[in-house]
């Protein structure tokens, strides 16, 4: 079975391809926009906690759950299950990821497209192009489509490749790059006027913010969607992992380098932001708080790149790439899990359902792309404040309350055959029983 339907091929493969759908535009976008907008560095300490303290348990209950099932979402939920009741709810669970995924991946792709965009002006620039890189940056129906369809087709071109060939093999060569070129950013950006003033508005936490609800809210919400919980996708990822390889560590370790990446990413845009003050570019809305969300990235940023001159050209190319790089190591894996459910539930081939998928995906788009200023905001919210925390929560349930505590310690044991005197084991269990399902509930209902 394992062959035919394929295995990351080494330790690393696994680490880079779930590094690859953690890191996105949710940690070089959404990370420092959220930030911005959230009190600077308490934002960050509250991020760093839940990152580890609840997303990362959530984030292993799904890994197992893939690699106990050796299967898509719902087949492996379906492998834990004793009743008929506990497999309809399999499927429930199971189907609503498969879904969630196809539904962010339907948004994803507009902003990803638009980071493809936004690197074609600058190469537009150099060649004389003018009226052509005035059109990549302006909002229009035509270019929308344009860009999501050239983006669509690079996730289908990869996943129609299959796990070792297409998500491991471009996780591998994409996430290296994507690291050279955030920290080249990074060092660039830290020689112009203005970045210390940056790095203390990012560093200096203004402790009484921590317990605000609403930053609560935002850092959950940051962390589960920058694990990419809730949508099968982990689920899936973890049914590719060999049975030698210890689970605890390759968790923690694609948590740390996703955290990691959005650590960096902050200490890019947060300074950029105040280099581009120092340039004379406003950063602050009307209501005095730093300019977050789209504006950021494509009114700030590229005015600060305006002034450089043309060292601008190739900043702004460098990071519209390191965008997009990012957003296609994620958007793969998003397909991933609506292909892998077609593929084995339905027995359909994979070249063919990856098309078949990637063309229902882009009508979704196309529909969204149809009104954009209702649409998006609407699929976003959907899938991400209700569709992601909901199935995180319930894939915790079924592992802490429908899975038998021996089966789960037999399957981490595999690969790590000491897991049950360590600390993980003593600690882990019960907070997937009780801690992880509560306090999504708790922070899930308090956002309504
Ligand atoms: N983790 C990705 C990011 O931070 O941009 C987004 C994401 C990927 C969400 C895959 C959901 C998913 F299934």
């Known amino acids: 079975m394992a062959a035919s339907r394929g295995e990351f091929s080494s330790r690393i493969g696994f680490i880079m391809a779930a590094a690859g ?25 509250v991020y ?9 348990p959530a984030f292993m209950a799904e890994l197992l759950i893939g690699r106990y099932g050796q299967a898509n979402a719902v087949t492996s939920l ?11 709810f399999a499927f429930l669970v199971g189907f ?4 969630c995924a196809a539904l962010i991946l339907s948004f994803y792709g507009i902003l990803a497209g638009w980071m493809i965009s936004y690197a074609t002006e600058p190469v537009l620039t150099l060649g004389s192009a003018n009226s052509a890189a005035a059109w990549v940056v302006e909002q229009s129906m035509a270019r929308n489509i344009l860009f999501t369809a050239l983006f669509m087709f690079l996730t289908v071109f990869v996943i129609r490749r299959g796990v070792e060939d297409g998500i491991e093999k471009w996780s591998k060569r994409l996430m290296p790059l994507l690291i050279v070129l955030l920290l080249v950013l990074i060092a660039y950006v830290f020689t112009l006027d203005g970045a210390a003033q940056g790095l203390n508005a990012y560093l200096n936490p203004d402790i009484s913010r921590v317990l605000e609800p609403d930053l609560l809210i935002s850092a959950l919400g940051q962390a589960f969607f920058s694990l990419s919980l809730g949508t099968s996708v982990m689920v899936i990822y973890g049914s590719y992992i060999s049975k030698n390889e210890n689970l605890v560590s390759l968790g923690a370790q694609v948590t740390l380098i996703d955290v990691s990446i ?27 708080s730093l300019i977050s969300g789209s504006g950021l990235v494509f009114t700030v940023l590229p005015s600060l790149f305006d002034t450089m001159g043309s060292m601008g050209l190739f900043v702004a190319f460098f990071f519209f790439i390191l965008m997009s790089v990012a957003a296609l190591t994620s958007s793969i894996s998003m397909l991933e899990g609506p292909v892998s459910y077609v593929v084995e539930r339905h027995q359909i081939e994979r070249k063919k359902a990856t098309t078949m998928i990637g063309v229902i995906i882009f009508l979704m788009s196309l529909v969204i792309i149809s009104n954009l200023g209702v649409m998006l905001d609407f699929v976003a919210t959907l899938a991400t404040e209700y569709g992601q925390p909901i199935i995180a929560m319930l894939c915790c349930v079924f592992v802490g309350w429908i899975w038998h505590r021996s089966e789960i310690l037999k399957e981490l044991q595999q690969g790590n055959e000491t897991v049950e005197h360590g600390f993980f084991w003593k600690i882990w269990p019960w907070y997937t029983k009780f801690i992880c ?4 509930a708790i922070v899930f209902i308090h956002s309504l």
Request: aromatic share 12%.
């Open 21 to 45: 759908s953690a890191v996105g535009l949710g940690n070089i976008w959404g990370f420092p926009t959220q930030t911005a907008s959230n009190g600077g560095a308490a934002f960050v300490l």
């Open 96 to 99: 609503g990821g498969v879904v």
């Open 48 to 56: 760093l906690v839940l990152a580890f303290c609840l997303a990362y």
């Open 262 to 288: 959005a650590f960096l990413a902050g200490l890019l845009i947060i300074p950029a932001m105040y280099v581009a003050q120092a340039q004379g570019v406003a950063i602050f809305a009307e209501d005095g």
């Open 78 to 88: 379906q492998k834990m299950s004793r009743t008929p009741f506990h497999k309809r």
């Open 437 to 440: 399902p509560t306090a999504i």
